[in-house]
């Protein structure tokens, strides 16, 4: 099957004269021709186009990303973390934590996201170190420097995952509650998703009661989950209202929602991978 310039603008989400840049100035043009000599695209041109629109997504320039994106990404399974494979992982983290030194942080970080996979690093590696350097610093009164540049060299890292592309369902919309600020769980469920091929949507942190129900309303998604850490910010979060819309299944996840009664029909993921699943199971249906 082959497509037109405009059909392949309209799948990959992007303007017209874009893909005919891309062509002039990267050869990241079409493969083959009618007999006409109107261009079209094929499978793989349409691929290549994928990751060129991924890669400059994630800030990478034009020109870089067009080589990056010629290059057939390799298969690779993600292999569960082991406990003692773990346990050097956090060792080598928290060492390089304690130092300061964020760019061994993020090579770290990045190696193990490649290597196991989001939810493993995420549950394994990554929440059992942030958690140890926020109980030294709660101890000491001390520390809160290293807790923040690890926090954000994780953050990153989880970011970098590359995120779905193409047309397809909006499978889930994350949100924080009205004044929560803790944005790092929903960043790991995201990069989770984006590992499984979905595609997905953060409103990020302070998300007021309205503005979630407005994007709710305009997008549609399979799952909306909000997060929220205390129970003073999760009673804020509408859940009756957005319970009330049409086409999402509601969940909600974080320590601060445990002991509150839920709506009928609202979710709560018990873990990570648990999230995943539960977005999984609802983009299947």
Known sequence: MTYTPR????????????LRTWDQRYGLGPSKRTEGGHRRYDEADVEVLRR????????????SAAV????????????????????????????????????????????LLTDHGVVSVWESVFVPCLVELGELTAVRGLGVEIEHLASGSVLQALRDVPRAVGPGVLAA??????EEQHVLALEALGAALSEEGCQWRSLGARVPAEALCDAVTRLRPSVVLVWAHRADLAELVPLDE????????????GPGWIGLPLPPGVRRPASLADAVELVLDRVRL
């Open 7 to 18: 059909a392949v603008a309209g799948m990959l989400g992007i303007a017209p004269t874009t």
């Open 52 to 63: 060129m629109v991924a890669l400059t997504g994630q800030g990478v320039a034009a020109a």
């Open 68 to 111: 990056l994106a010629r290059q057939e990404p390799p298969a690779r399974a993600h292999s569960p973390i082991s406990a003692a494979e773990a346990i050097q992982a956090r060792r080598g983290f928290l060492a390089a934590a304690k130092r300061l030194d964020e760019p061994l942080m993020l090579g770290l970080a990045a190696k």
């Open 173 to 178: 919309l994350l949100s924080c509650a009205p």
């Open 242 to 253: 957005l319970g009330a819309l049409p086409g999402s299944l509601l969940a909600v996840a």
